[in-house]
T-cell receptor
Framework: GQQVMQIPQYQHVQEGEDFTTYCNSS?????IQWYKQRPGGHPVFLIQ?????EVKKQKRLTFQFGEAKKNSSLHITATQTTDVGTYFC?????????FGAGTRLFVKA | GAGVSQTPSNKVTEKGKYVELRCDPI?????LYWYRQSLGQGPEFLIY????????DSGLPNDRFFAVRPEGSVSTLKIQRTERGDSAVYLC???????????????FGPGTRLTVL
């Protein structure tokens, strides 16, 4: 069935370092949503990418959608301790939403 | 305004019992989703409602799982003959059906943690 793979599974960074998580699919993605889940919390919507090659920025976060719409990435510049949590990408073609397994980010002060 | 609410927040039951999990979506959101999330995993799609009807129930693992949304607002996820493998956090989300991006930005509830002993 349809799968969305995320790497890495987890990453430890020192505060101030950059962080990137990658989302890949063997099939063309309709559009990609990114969510953040804090420890003990629920997923919170960050952004949606729709167009091939699209790049969007939210302060220190940069989201990219691949030209072939088979991959996406989230890059955080100069991580802060408030960035800790798990970042999920999700393929939202139609209404069935397929989430990746997430990348858990640990930030050491 | 109020977000998505789910009750109960925690449910402990015994193997073989029946459970009902409730979701109150954001007022005016016509789309409603149920997910199951196990530790260290992403949310696993179960079912999607548009209004009162289940537009996609392909994620329900078997016929022990059933969900309803009779008036197009509150939804109940029902699990019969629970098994230990059903233990997980059950998340509900709601969204508007938008005609322009972001399509279907989902607002999640806090979840119900189900433990089957």
């Amino acid at each position: 069935g349809q799968q969305v793979m995320q790497i890495p599974q987890y990453q430890h960074v020192q505060e101030g370092e950059d962080f990137t998580t990658y989302c890949n699919s063997s099939t063309t993605l309709s559009n990609i949503q990114w969510y953040k889940q804090r420890p003990g919390g629920h997923p919170v919507f960050l952004i949606q990418l729709v167009k091939s090659g699209e790049v969007k920025k939210q302060k220190r976060l940069t989201f990219q959608f691949g030209e072939a719409k088979k991959n996406s990435s989230l890059h955080i510049t100069a991580t802060q301790t408030t960035d800790v949590g798990t970042y999920f990408c999700a393929d939202t073609g139609g209404f069935k939403t397929i989430f990746g397994a997430g990348t858990r980010l640990f930030v050491k002060a | 305004g109020a977000g998505v609410s789910q009750t109960p927040s925690n449910k402990v039951t015994e193997k073989g019992k029946y459970v009902e999990l409730r979701c109150d979506p954001i007022s005016g959101h016509t789309a409603l989703y149920w997910y199951r999330q196990s530790l260290g995993q992403g949310p696993e799609f179960l079912i999607y409602f548009q209004g009162t009807g289940a537009a996609d129930d392909s994620g329900l693992p078997n016929d022990r799982f059933f969900a309803v949304r009779p008036e197009g607002s509150v939804s109940t996820l029902k699990i019969q003959r629970t098994e230990r493998g059903d233990s997980a956090v059950y998340l509900c989300a709601s969204s508007l059906v938008a005609s322009s991006p972001p399509y279907n930005e989902q607002f999640f509830g806090p979840g119900t943690r189900l433990t089957v002993l």
